[in-house]
Nanobody, 121 residues
């Protein structure tokens, strides 16, 4: 059974940095797009950054030039380096990946359990 596990959230002051990591595990034939989404209280979940298996990345305008998404296909990981953090970045951050489990024949969306990121002085 395929699954995603995140780590790295926490509390940091404005202007600080955090790094989120997500690892895929299970019997997986292929991992297509991986990415990070976030959901702040009272708001809809929104895309933060996504990256293809070939390394092409796309970012939300609100995080461009501050966040960097990277991926290690061999280790099945996707990381999000977050710099110059602002209070409005406070949210639960979710790892997402389209993965094809062994024996299924097609990709399916998977989500991690979420990790809290709080930016506050």
């Amino acid at each position: 059974q395929a699954q995603l596990a995140e780590s790295g959230g926490g509390l940091v002051q404005p202007g600080g940095s955090l790094r989120l990591s997500c690892t895929a595990s299970g019997s997986i034939v292929a991992i297509y797009v991986m990415g990070w989404y976030r959901q702040a209280p009272g708001k809809q979940r929104e895309l933060v950054a996504v990256i293809t298996s070939g390394g092409s990345a796309r970012y939300a305008d609100s995080v461009k030039d501050r966040f960097t998404i990277t991926r290690d296909n061999a280790r099945r990981t996707v990381d999000l380096q977050m710099n110059s953090l602002k209070p409005e970045d406070t949210a639960v951050y979710y790892c997402n990946a389209e993965m094809e489990p062994d024996g299924v024949g097609y990709g399916t969306d998977y989500w991690g359990q979420g990790t809290q990121v709080t930016i506050s002085s």
